[in-house]
């Protein structure tokens, strides 16, 4: 396969080589992983780690109105003009829904245990939980199911990934209400019922802290709602609504996980779990208040999810800041809420600086707001990067950001198991690009840092890269490109880049061998 992705292959071999075999190459120059070099060698991971690759519906399956499906919040919200970059959509997106079998076989292909992909909700329940369960939806999840168990993947499944059915926003503003936690464990109860015998891991949210401030806060997802000193929208407020959204998100997330505990875990025997973004907060200087405000951008990005539903209550540093703001919990959401994980999802991508702006005086607009914990934050200090810029403006590299957030998700929630449910590289659409080094490089490096905190004591199951194929990125549309595979989006067709081979090389020196070991 290698030699027909790239045309000069002798080249590409001897990238391969230099990046794959020895950790003192120039391929690994940056100095996280050249201080640490000689300790990876002999690290080995565990025989059931999940290696893997991600996927969304929205932004991979196409096939927006096939077999039943009715309109989600993102089919409505990509057809207004002047919302997704290039003005596309997700109507046919990688054509997933009918390419799977095909996708299926590259994953194989590359040795991955594990395939990473949500549900669209708007496939299952078309009419909300007001109509009937769409069979050809089910039958569909169904088969795609059986195809990765044929192909030896365990299938790892995301219940909602931003998009919702529209009829929840147009019934009741959907997260806005707390009526969505009955729509959303109705939802759950399906799924569970009907794909949970095969399905063993669950998480319920993908990056509910992104969806909440960017729908509510900052208005460029949908529903498109913030304030108008934030952004140009036409309802909605920035200081209020993300605190409610997230308020129904935990509480739907919740009642998920207590249906599953009562009900399904005991027969199905799978674990269920949340996916966070994370960013690294990095203190911009040494001074206390600096470090202080590295802890609150924590508590108003991350542990404002994670908080309520380990230990039943949002962190301090916002109850201190947003008072009776913050939505209470009730009596009965504590019941089911201590614990409510058996693992942490983390999305694990960039970093970025954090300036005190509660005892400093900030520029305006530079996030010194209440509802972002007074807290500036950047990827720039005095000009310079945090790690290494990108072509995608809110992504910077910096590998050591993977170490420090897998040791602060250890410490602080007692030492529970985490996969990094998502990690990977984006470059501007720049033409073909099958030799993607800077991908190479990336994966690299982030993946020295996560055996780092393996090392010290990080309970981490899993690693999936965020992509297989070049899809739909949201608002930058397909401008930006994720893939260990180019997609040609005129014909479709998938090419492997040098990430591809360099990632089915690193899974079968660092667990393929002994899987094969095994079988024999
Ligand atoms: C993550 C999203 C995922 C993808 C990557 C690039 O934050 O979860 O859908 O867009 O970013």
Not at 75 to 104: C, M, N, W
Not at 192 to 203: D, M, Q
């Amino acid at each position: 396969m290698y030699i027909s992705v790239c045309p000069l292959w002798i080249l590409c071999f001897i990238i391969i080589t230099l990046v794959s075999s020895s950790s003192s190459t120039i391929w690994y120059e940056d100095h996280v992983s050249l201080r640490e070099i000689n300790t990876q060698e002999n690290f080995s991971f565990p025989k059931d780690f999940l290696f893997g690759t991600a996927s969304f519906a929205y932004q991979y399956e196409g096939a927006y109105l096939t077999d039943g499906k009715t309109l989600s919040n993102w089919d409505v919200f990509t057809s207004i003009p002047g919302k997704i970059a290039d003005g596309t959509h997700g109507k046919v997106a990688v054509d997933h829904y009918h390419r799977y079998p095909e996708d299926l076989d590259l994953m194989h292909d590359l040795g991955v245990n594990s395939y990473r992909f949500s549900l669209s909700w708007a496939r299952i329940l078309p009419k909300g939980r007001l109509g009937d369960v769409n069979m050809e939806g089910i039958d569909h999840y169904n088969r795609m199911i059986n195809a990765i168990l044929k192909r030896g993947m365990e299938p790892f499944v995301t219940l909602t990934h931003y998009d919702i059915p529209q009829e929840l926003e147009l019934r009741y503003k959907s997260w806005l209400s707390p009526q969505i936690r009955e729509d959303f464990e109705h939802y759950a109860a399906i799924c569970f019922r009907h794909f949970g015998n095969r399905v063993k891991f669950w998480s319920t949210f993908n990056e509910p802290n992104v969806q909440v401030i960017l729908g509510y806060r900052k208005g460029t997802y949908p529903p498109s709602r913030c304030s108008k000193t934030f952004a140009n929208c036409t309802r909605g407020g920035s200081d209020i609504e993300p605190l409610v959204a997230a308020h129904n998100i935990i509480r739907s997330h919740l009642a998920a996980v207590n249906l599953y505990r009562t009900k399904f875990q005991e027969d199905q025997r799978g674990k269920i779990g949340i996916v966070m973004n994370t960013i690294w907060f990095e203190p911009v200087s040494d001074s206390l208040a600096d470090s202080l405000a590295a802890e609150r951008a924590q508590a108003f990005y991350l542990t404002w999810f994670l908080d309520p539903v380990v230990f039943g209550r949002y962190p301090r540093e916002m109850k201190d800041i947003l008072g009776e703001d913050l939505p209470e919990f009730t009596k009965d959401d504590l019941k089911s809420s201590k614990n409510g994980l058996d693992f942490i999802g983390i999305n694990q991508y960039t970093s970025r600086y954090a300036k005190d702006c509660l005892h400093t005086a900030c520029e305006p607009g530079q996030g010194g707001s209440r509802a972002e914990g007074f807290v500036y934050s950047n990827a720039l200090k005095t000009g310079l990067p945090l790690g290494e810029r990108t072509g995608v403006n809110w992504f910077n590299v910096y590998p050591q950001g993977m170490e420090e957030m897998l040791m602060y998700a250890t410490e602080r929630y007692r030492n529970i198991p985490l996969y990094v449910t998502e990690n990977g590289f984006g470059e501007n659409d720049t033409g073909v690009l099958l030799n993607d080094y800077r991908r190479v490089k990336f994966m690299s490096n982030y993946l020295d840092a996560l055996k780092r905190a393996m090392r010290k004591g990080a309970d981490v199951r899993g690693y999936f890269t965020w992509s297989l194929l070049d899809n739909f990125e949201w608002i930058s549309g397909y401008t930006i490109r994720f893939g260990m595979y180019h997609v040609d989006f005129d014909t479709l067709e998938r090419t492997p880049r040098l990430s591809a081979s360099w990632y089915k090389n690193f899974i079968f020196k660092n667990v393929g061998q002994r899987r094969d070991d095994d079988d024999a």
